[in-house]
């Protein structure tokens, strides 16, 4: 055993420096200059001679790769020249890299003769040597068709990727752009259908092609205006976001038409646009489209979807009688999610503010239906008591997944039933696969889904339901249209838990390059046809940092024991609050709490690495870990020198012990490996027993899809035999995949067990930002 683990380190050590060494001839390649670049084959021996990945079969192709994405075409140029001079048969990855150069080029100029039949020949070539292109050749050889206008070839190319997974956006948008450069709009409108159905939404260059199209087509400006409302009845129809140069285009093209551009900001509050003073419409489902959400959703979400893996069918049974005979409702609470709103905090506490919104709804007379699960039932019986006799409950089983009850109850008791959870239920849109049900049912979420967040005095602030529909929209001969601002320096960015409001690119992570929100309004107005361009712009939370204040945030005090021991470089954010304005103080505050790493995923780290293993070893996951945390060197050594000392009597979450209890816990514990044993043969013969009842296979969910394929790969390499398709007919094949299936199964269902059991933890501190302490909130 100790050999196995001597010989990974090593390993793991020649990989690291493999991948140094990589990174160095990466670096020489982006390096290269026309200047110093006088002969092709002394630079490739020179890049070979240092020991990494790049090797004699795949230098051409990374060197094509890196000089084309820096946009150094003349030397992309002239590696392509020595390439055909050498008249030696190209690799496929060079080849592709080659496509690639050609379609970027395409873009600044005209190909020459010898590029197009290039281009050509490559696609002449690889359909004669293969009989089915992979994915990336095909990507590459459709941009590159698409340079050329050879769209016929490119729609083969189009259906063949189809066959392993489906086309990208960029595919897609250049098809649609070289048909609308071509002048055949009919064409180009059944590919944009096909994309949308596929998820994939236009890029820039397609919007640009239908703009000039139009442009080239029609001289009339009342008609110019008329092909252009196409284009935003399309935004509106798909609740899009255009890019920003589209944006700007359409600027230009109404500056040409002589109507006017202006500023103007949208109020989330109400959805009034400071331009025009309209109020954008709240667009209500019809009784069509609702009772169409309500069937689809009681068929995906509970009989054919993962809700039937992670509960029984008595249960299924027993939640759809209690809806049955206490519905309809006025709103449906998730308790645990409400609960768990607190972050950090004693069960009593998430008890206490459960209760207090229970009473906020009891006020308003509403009829309410509070989902939770069992172990709840636990934290404060007195309080819960009181919670049911002011509601309906219902309570699942510990493994359940409570989401898909608290949804269903709510869409079936009517159109008239809102729902309280921060969750944005994004697995669930996709679990209704078609885009017009995705629509619906986000239209349905914005007009009826309430969010709790706690506010400083640690009560529940609640945000009501969205008045309008965060989508492009004609109100009054005006066209608002939501665009993406082009990529900001990194900013402190708080989810609102609305994805597509103001947010171009929704994200729902802290500290990372996001999209700022804008809005462009068009507007025609009387018989002078004036127009207005506006673009709304949310205030960002960025602030440049003072290396002073980098040091003295470093000198933090490591010995005591609680959360405490982290504190990451606070940058003496007080000094300043008095200067920010609230909302940028409450993104400062919740980006810095969620930062501050807790001291149990400190201790598991040494418990389970550092205690163990050599100190270049141990140096490494510490630069992990300050590059994680932003913790300073000095914290870091500090903090794990701490852990060493303590680490001779810590025995687990318990805290400090004597060495008879250290015995006792010993005791315990191989007593637990006994029971694990034991529990390992009931789910062998359990399987067994599972197996030969033939029953069919449950899966639906993606998550449960992979873990079964994972375990797929395991079980047929054990067993010496191809990995079967799920298509297959053979027994043996049956007899794996059904393996699979259960034990992926229960791997799902023990991750719900073992999130319903931890006592002690929580889900973490609130990653929304609270709305209700700045209103209206102006963005």
Known sequence: MVARVGLRLISQNASFVKEKNFDEQIEQIKSIDEHNLKDWAKFKNDILSIQGNVNQKNIDAVILKYTTSLKKYDIALSFAQHLKSKEEELSLGTINSLLNLYYEISKKEKLTKDQIKFILDAHKSLYSKYKVLEYSTCERLLHALCAVNETEKALKVLSDIHLTTTPSHSAYSTLVATFFNLNKKKKALELIDESIKN????????????????????????????????????????????????????????DTLNWNAGLARIKKVDGQCSCCMDKLDCLTLTNDEFDKLQRIVKEKLIVGSDLFLKTSPEELKSFTDFVDKTAPYDIVLDGLNIAYGVGMASHTHKMKFLNQVVDHFVRQNKKILLLGRQHMMRWNMKMMQQIMQKTKCFFTENVSQDDPYFIT??????????????????????LLRDESLIQIFKRWQWQHQWMIFQNPQKRPSIQAPLKFTPCAQKKNNTWHL???????????????GIPDLYIATPTAFILRQLSVPTWITISKTGGNRTGKFTYVIMP??????????????????????????????RMDIEESRSKMTPRIRRNMERVEMLARPNSRRLRSLWDE????????????????????????????????????????????????????????????????????????????????DYIAKGQKEMLVSNRLRSI????????????????????????????????SDRIAVWIENAVYRADAAETESSKGPDEHMRLDAEKPLIC
């Open 409 to 430: 109850a709510a869409i079936l008791s009517g159109p008239h039933t809102d729902i309280v959870s921060k969750d944005l239920l994004r697995g669930h849109k996709f």
């Open 482 to 496: 939501p665009y993406e601002q082009e990529a900001s320096p990194v900013i402190a960015h708080v989810n609102d």
């Open 199 to 254: 998820k994939r939404p236009l890029l820039e260059n397609a919007y640009g092609a239908w703009i000039d199209y139009v442009l080239r087509k029609y001289k009339d400006k009342n008609t110019i205006h008329k092909y252009l409302d196409e284009i935003y009845s399309f935004v509106a129809k798909n609740c899009a976001v255009i890019p920003l140069n589209t944006a700007n285009k359409l600027k230009e093209v109404y």
């Open 609 to 688: 690495k550092c205690a163990i293993l050599p100190r270049d070893r141990r140096d490494k996951i510490k630069s992990a870990l300050e590059e994680d945390y932003f913790l300073s060197p000095e914290q870091t050594e500090q903090y794990f020198q701490a852990f060493y000392e303590s680490s001779k009597r810590w025995s687990g979450p318990g805290g400090m012990v004597s060495r008879k209890e250290h015995a006792d816990r010993s005791k315990e514990l191989r007593q637990r490996q006994k029971w694990l044993v034991n529990f390992s043969a009931q789910v062998a013969y359990r399987l067994c």
């Open 540 to 569: 960002t939370a960025s602030r440049k940092i003072d290396p002073k204040d980098k040091q003295r945030g470093s000198r933090q005090n490591l010995n005591s024991s609680s959360d405490q021991n982290v504190k990451v470089v």
């Open 708 to 739: 079964a394929d994972v375990v797929l790969e395991r079980v047929a390499e054990i067993l010496g035999e191809p990995k079967p398709t799920r298509t297959n007919p053979g027994r043996l094949p049956r007899f794996m995949v059904a393996i």
